[in-house]
């Protein structure tokens, strides 16, 4: 696979700090609930429960799965007008959000914000995948997702200085209006795609049976994929149960709400930001200099992580473990994606690269974030109905051990794509 020229290296950046600002703001949306929690849950009247079916199930499953749709869509139309119209459509519902009175009414915007915020991300690693070669791969993903901690940082940020000064509603239709002006710029962006393909696939449109068919093929004949797929799915638990990291900060730790937001968003943002460029370009040294695969990265990476994320629940606010763990916490969501995101495209076929990806933030999104925020909900309700002192502390303890099951997962992954690899080697001979 050649390297881009140095004009086209040059778009390819450009290209990469756009998508980024987009996933910016699409994370600042997603998670601008979360952030606000301690205004909307009493505001809007909400249960434990409500609140995660809020930012968990109701917009999950519906991102997940037309996700799985969208991530087909990209790979046979215009990629950029595609993340356009969705941006468009998903900026105005979040403005609609502002307007929500009860749960039924904020529930309604959610379930569709989340049908259009899912063509950006399977889109966007398309692109990437176009234009940058796999020895930087790693680099490119990571960075893209530095959209994530920063989105949350800034939502969080958004919550402790403009709540206050002019309410969480407002702020909705402040971000609407922002999504707006984005679309409008990524509608310029070209469409290039073939990088990975011949001239021959490049050159024909292909049909819907044909990629459904390599798409089926590369999952049922990947147990490394399946099992890079299934880590990531049982590291987004904890990220399910992250949706109530603010309550549990106010109510169990102590904080101001509008301090403690402030706080988290620039650990969030600082942290979180670290964690993605390590995690890309440590990924991207790790297989030159090991020959092993991401996958492996990713046992050492959670299993040098975890306990500081076991003790930072359960240690009082004054002491240093609790603020390291925090930090750790965004570090480690930082640097999950580079290595993961990398992983899936190297296992899979350039030409159902969208729809792999698609399928996997399906998997993530609805087992893991959907089973992690509707789980805990209901988990933190029940403690608390037990009269259990810290019912937060301890929902989220239980769900960081639930998410340590991705480090087998991981490990079992790294094993399958050795072998796969000497097989090959071995039939090449």
């Known amino acids: 696979m050649s390297q881009p020229d140095g004009g086209g290296a040059k778009a390819g950046y450009g290209l990469l700090v756009l998508l980024t600002l987009m996933n910016v703001l699409n994370f600042v949306d997603r998670q601008l609930l979360a952030s606000f929690a301690n205004y909307i849950v009493p505001d809007l009247g909400l249960s434990n429960t409500e609140f995660g079916l809020l930012t968990g199930l109701v917009f999950i499953v519906f991102y997940a799965v037309a996700g799985l749709f969208m991530g087909g869509l990209a790979d046979l ?61 790693g680099f490119a993903t990571g960075f893209y997702y530095m959209g ?55 050159a024909t449109r292909p049909k819907v049976g044909e990629l459904m068919a ?42 101001e709400r509008a301090d403690i937001a402030i706080i988290s968003g620039v650990i969030a943002s600082i942290a979180g930001v670290c964690g993605n460029l390590f995690g890309g370009m440590a990924s991207d040294r ?13 046992v050492w990476l959670l299993a040098a992580l975890l306990p500081v994320n076991l003790a930072y629940r359960l240690v009082p606010a004054d002491s240093w473990i609790f603020w390291v763990g925090i930090c750790v916490a965004y570090f480690q969501l930082g640097a999950f994606y580079g290595p993961t995101f990398s992983a899936v495209q ?13 399928f996997y933030i399906m998997a993530l999104n609805v087992v893991g974030l959907g089973l992690g925020v509707t789980g805990s909900g209901v988990l933190a309700d029940e403690l608390v109905a037990q009269d259990v002192a810290h019912p937060y502390s301890w929902t989220l303890f239980v769900f960081t051990c639930l998410s340590a099951l991705a480090i087998p997962c991981y490990f079992l992954a790294a094993r399958s794509a050795r072998r796969s690899a000497a097989a090959g080697a071995a039939a090449a001979a």
């Open 77 to 137: 139309v215009n990629r950029p007008r595609l993340i356009a119209a969705a941006m468009l459509a998903w900026s105005a519902l979040t403005a609609a959000s502002g307007m929500a009175r009860n749960f039924v009414t904020l529930a309604l915007p959610r379930v569709f914000i989340g049908v259009g915020e899912s063509a950006l991300t399977p889109t966007a690693m398309s692109l990437l995948a176009d234009r940058f070669p796999p020895s930087r791969l």
């Open 148 to 202: 994530v901690p920063i989105g949350v940082g800034v939502s969080l940020l958004v919550a402790g200085v403009l709540g206050e000064a002019i309410g969480w509603r407002n702020c909705f239709y402040l971000l609407g209006a922002l999504g707006v002006a984005f679309a409008a710029v990524v509608f310029q962006v070209k469409e290039t795609r073939g990088h990975g393909l011949d001239a021959a696939a490049r």
């Open 214 to 255: 390599v798409f089926f093929g590369a999952l049922k004949g990947s147990p490394a994929l399946q099992l890079t797929m299934a880590g990531g799915v049982m590291v987004h638990l904890i990220l399910g149960a992250a949706s109530f990291d603010q309550l549990w900060l106010v109510r169990e730790r102590g904080f």
């Open 286 to 298: 790790w297989v030159r200099a090991t020959g092993r695969s991401r996958a492996m990265f990713m």
């Open 346 to 358: 190297e296992l899979c076929p350039p030409q159902v690269r969208s729809t792999v990806v698609a």
